[in-house]
């Protein structure tokens, strides 16, 4: 049973920095694309960011290109978010995802992937 386990949401301030961090258990976290979604209050949920299995390829919705970073440490089972530039409009819940495939398309759909965390807050004050 695949688990996913994300850490290090919070409030911060617009402009502050915000690293996001995913536990996963129960598969062969190497063998995995991962990537990260969120939702924002009233709205539906989004693609952010997806990272291939070696970490050679990524993707990243245009709302968040060039302020995050996603990254995977294969060793340690963990997946990242690295957050800079924060806006109020980042405000959401974010969601760690799995799946074995690579999101073929420009950006994710949310049916690309069977795993999901529960999620972590962000908050971004203005």
């Known amino acids: 049973q695949v688990q996913l386990v994300e850490s290090g949401g919070g409030m911060v301030q617009a402009g502050d920095s915000l690293k996001l961090s995913c536990a996963a258990s129960g598969l062969t976290f190497s063998s995995y694309a991962m990537g990260w979604f969120r939702q924002a209050p009233g709205k539906e949920r989004e693609f952010a960011a997806t990272?291939?299995?070696?970490?050679?390829?990524?993707k990243y919705a245009d709302s968040v290109k060039g302020r995050f970073t996603i990254s995977r440490d294969n060793a340690k089972n963990t997946l990242y978010l690295q957050m800079n530039s924060l806006k109020p409009e980042d405000t959401a819940v974010y969601y760690c995802?799995?799946?074995?495939?690579?999101?073929?398309?420009?950006?994710?759909?949310?049916?690309?992937?069977?795993?999901w965390g529960q999620g972590t807050q962000v908050t971004v004050s203005s």
């Open positions: 995802v799995a799946d074995p495939n690579y999101c073929s398309g420009y950006m994710c759909r949310e049916t690309d992937f069977r795993s």
């Open positions: 990272i291939s299995w070696s970490g050679a390829r990524t």
